[in-house]
């Protein structure tokens, strides 16, 4: 998908040209994970491979989708969002929408057309960027006036009330605030941000997509979200000013190690360890000391791996296939990306090893699992922004397309 091919195919569905063409990318995350939810910290950054949305506006109240990608379409019977159980990317779509009335944004009915080459289920937040970006979108055409903060925090909240996921917020953020070139160090718990340059003649990040996807991730996502909470509640006896696994020393988890039940104590241990470990990867990063960002994302896969549980035969084979190059100093670390359960796991290695550690990996990966790696370099890029197109003069609302 392109921008071109966004617009034509508005045209061609809704037989009129698009108002707006916006692009909302997809994300890594350098490291950090599991930490958003727990008020912690994450390193993510927008990337080259994204959602491109052609939207226009519709005077009777009713939102009409066209997912360019699956071909199918749908149209609501009347402004009211009402959960789709067949077709669930509408969800994505609907859910902003709901959250956005339920602020009592004033707004009417919406035609959009969507694609992209974010790959889905591959832990790079596709359903992040559809949802950011068509709260993007719909604030641009109405002229809501929503500051970046505000679309990312809808978009979030879509997700989680409306499609039923307790995600935290890294996801959106990082679609919507990504900088070219930059990773952004963002703390979950005031939503204080950092941008930290990314720019290396040596290095390069390349996610190799382990092609798994559990079915269960949400809702195991869900029970890990539960068992911080846990945690959280009965450390709390012991120092009421604690609310989140960020107000949480290493130190005092270790002293109230039994207080806690054994598998709660391991999941609390590897969220307060993995917030100090992007604590040390960005003073890594103002350094260009890759071997230290490096050896701080193999820790945090394993972390990810014994204590948080998230991970798969797949990706840990990865990891270890990275492992074997990392003594050569050619690949400098690897984990885990997202949520867990597969998806893809990021490398950070030397450019000139690139196509030789990709073979190598995927051939032996091949060999294991039967199926060939999905390679994708990586470049960091802008967040959600307008291709064309401008927010449109509200007198001239009334704008009716045909199906
Ligand atoms: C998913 C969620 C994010 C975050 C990561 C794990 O991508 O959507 O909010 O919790 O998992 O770091």
Redesign the pocket.
């Known amino acids: 998908m392109t921008a071109e091919i966004a617009k034509s195919t508005f045209q061609n569905h809704f037989s009129t040209p698009p108002e707006l063409v916006i692009r909302a990318p997809g994300r890594i ?1 350098l490291i ?6 727990n008020g912690g910290f ?1 390193l993510p950054a927008a990337i080259d491979k994204a959602i491109w949305m052609a939207a226009g506006r519709r005077d009777d109240g009713r939102f009409a989708f066209f997912a360019r990608d699956l071909g199918e379409f749908f149209i609501s019977d009347n402004e009211k969002p009402v959960y789709q159980e067949r077709q669930t990317w509408v969800n994505y779509l609907l859910g902003v929408v709901s959250e956005a009335q339920k602020d009592g944004l004033v707004f009417g009915g919406l035609n959009l057309v969507f694609g992209g080459d974010v790959p889905l289920g591959a ?1 790079l ?1 596709s359903s ?1 960027a559809i949802e950011s970006g068509a709260m993007f979108v719909i604030n641009e055409l109405y002229r809501l006036g929503l500051s970046k903060m505000d679309i990312v925090r809808l978009a979030q909240r879509g997700e989680n009330h409306f499609v039923g ?1 307790k ?5 959106m953020f990082a679609s919507v605030m990504g900088r070219k070139n930059q990773v952004v160090r963002l703390d979950c718990r005031n939503l204080e941000f950092e941008y930290f340059p990314f720019e290396t003649p040596d290095f390069s990040l390349v996610l190799f997509d382990s092609g798994v996807k559990h079915a269960l991730v949400d809702s195991e ?1 869900n029970t890990r979200r539960e068992e911080c909470e846990a945690g959280v509640a009965i450390l709390k006896k012991f120092n009421p000013g604690i609310s989140s696994l960020r107000d949480v020393s290493f130190p005092f988890l270790k002293k109230h190690q039994h207080d806690l039940p054994p598998t709660v104590f391991k999941r609390c241990k590897f969220v307060v360890e993995e917030i100090g470990r992007v604590e040390r990867a960005c003073l890594a990063l103002q350094k260009n000391d890759f071997e230290t960002l490096g050896a701080l994302m193999f820790e945090g896969h394993d972390g990810l791996n014994l204590e948080y549980a998230v991970c798969v035969p797949e990706t840990n084979f990865l990891v270890e296939s990275a492992r074997h190059f990392a003594p050569k100093g050619l690949v400098a670390g690897a984990r885990q990306m ?3 359960f597969g998806g893809c796991v990021i490398n950070l290695l030397k450019i000139s090893v690139l196509s030789e550690f990709s073979e190598q990996t995927n051939a032996a990966y091949r060999r294991a699992f039967g199926i060939d790696l999905k390679i994708y370099p990586v470049r960091l890029a802008a967040g959600t922004e307008i291709i064309s197109g401008q927010a449109p003069d509200p007198a001239t609302l009334s704008i009716r397309s045909t199906l």
């Open positions: 995350n950090g994970e599991h930490t958003d939810y994450v832990g937040s992040a996921m995600c935290g917020i890294m996801d996502y997202g949520g867990g």
